[in-house]
């Protein structure tokens, strides 16, 4: 199993950019597929953005696409997403989520290990 720490987020501008950091406590990271899922105040969570364990295949909630980017460095036990031309929309707390040997299907449900969060708010 893993352990998940998000960090990274903050006060932003609309238009603005953040990168946030997801840091992974565990034996074989590279083998557990990651995601993003984000939380507004009194809203569902949704999902945001994932990677596959090899991380060659990676899925976005049309909300974000072509303003959001997910990577991973394996070595460094950590998954970033890269968030650009924000809107307040975006705001909410944002978690990872990891699941061994599989990707995370882009629902409600997320993976088997989570983070504590991360509050991303985006100013007008």
């Known amino acids: 199993q893993v352990q998940l720490v998000e960090s990274g987020g903050g006060l932003v501008q609309a238009g603005g950019s953040l990168r946030l950091s997801c840091a992974a406590s565990?034996?074989?990271?590279?083998?557990?597929?990651v995601a993003w899922f984000r939380q507004a105040p009194g809203k569902e969570r949704e999902f945001v953005a994932s990677?596959?364990?090899?991380?060659?295949?990676?899925y976005y909630a049309d909300s974000v696409k072509g303003r959001f980017t997910i990577s991973r460095d394996n070595a460094k036990n950590t998954v970033y997403l890269q968030m650009n031309s924000l809107i307040p929309e975006d705001t909410a707390v944002y978690y990872c989520?990891?699941?061994?040997?599989?990707?995370?299907?882009?629902?409600?449900?997320?993976?088997?290990?989570w983070g504590q969060g991360t509050q991303v708010t985006v100013s007008s």
């Open positions: 990677m596959s364990p090899s991380g060659g295949s990676v």
């Open positions: 565990g034996r074989s990271f590279s083998n557990y597929g």
């Open positions: 989520t990891a699941s061994r040997f599989r990707s995370i299907p882009p629902v409600a449900g997320g993976g088997d290990y």
